[in-house]
Every structure is written in C-alpha cells, then in structure tokens.
C-alpha cells in the first residue's frame, strides 16, 4: 500500500513562516516517477491545488498570490516532499494535503491524484 503523511502544520503569525512535509511509502512503485503535489482547503472553501513537482524536479505553482512565497522541493532518495510557505497570510490558514499522481502530468485536478495523505492544519494569526 501506498501512505502518504504530512507534518509540519502548525499555528503561526502573519508574516512568519511554516515547513511542511510529506514522507512517502511506496510498496515497491517508484515514487521519483511520480507527479508529487501539495493542495489546500481553507473552511467552507473547495480543495484547490497549490503546487506540484514533476518526475524531472520541475515545479508548478498554481495560484499567483504562491509565487515567491511557496516553494515546492522534493527529495526522491527519502520519498519526501516539502512545502516551504513564507510571508503567511490570514489567506493561508487551511489544511494541507500531499497527493500522488503515479503516471501523467502535474495537473491542479484533484480527481486524477491517486493517492493522499491525512492533511495538516495550518492556521495564521494576525
């Protein structure tokens, strides 16, 4: 089975700054291939994906408000994955979930991850 876990949530102020992270096990598929993505939901609000990282290491940030203050990074010989988010905003507060896409590209579509993890809350404070 595949298990994807996050930590690294938190409470913070606004402009501070939070790492999150996501270890993977693989039951044998090989996670370097795999298209790694980080999405949020905020209450009451959809699931919207926020960044992704391809099989080459290439990223793709989906929202303009993350540029310059997400930065997705991942370690393929650990099976981990990172969300490094700096400057926190209100706008930021939701739960945060790592998902897997095992073959095709990075793509802000939930429905085509094939696999998640719990979440982890982050919350931001003025």
């Known amino acids: 089975q595949v298990h994807l876990v996050e930590t690294g949530g938190g409470s913070a102020q606004v402009g501070e700054s939070l790492s999150l992270s996501c270890a993977a096990s693989?039951?044998?598929?090989?996670?370097?291939?795999?298209?790694m993505a980080w999405f949020r939901q905020g209450l009451g609000k959809e699931r919207e994906g926020v960044a992704a990282t391809n099989s080459k290491g290439q990223t793709i940030y989906y929202a303009d408000s993350e540029k310059g203050r997400f930065t997705i990074s991942r370690d393929n010989a650990e099976k981990m994955l990172y969300l490094q988010i700096n400057n926190l905003k209100p706008g930021d507060t939701a739960t945060y979930y790592c998902?897997?896409?095992?073959?095709?590209?990075?793509?802000?579509?939930?429905?085509?991850?094939?696999?998640w993890g719990q979440g982890t809350q982050v919350a931001v404070s003025s």
């Open positions: 998902a897997a896409r095992r073959a095709g590209i990075c793509t802000s579509n939930e429905v085509l991850y094939d696999h």
């Open positions: 693989t039951s044998g598929y090989r996670y370097e291939q795999w298209c």
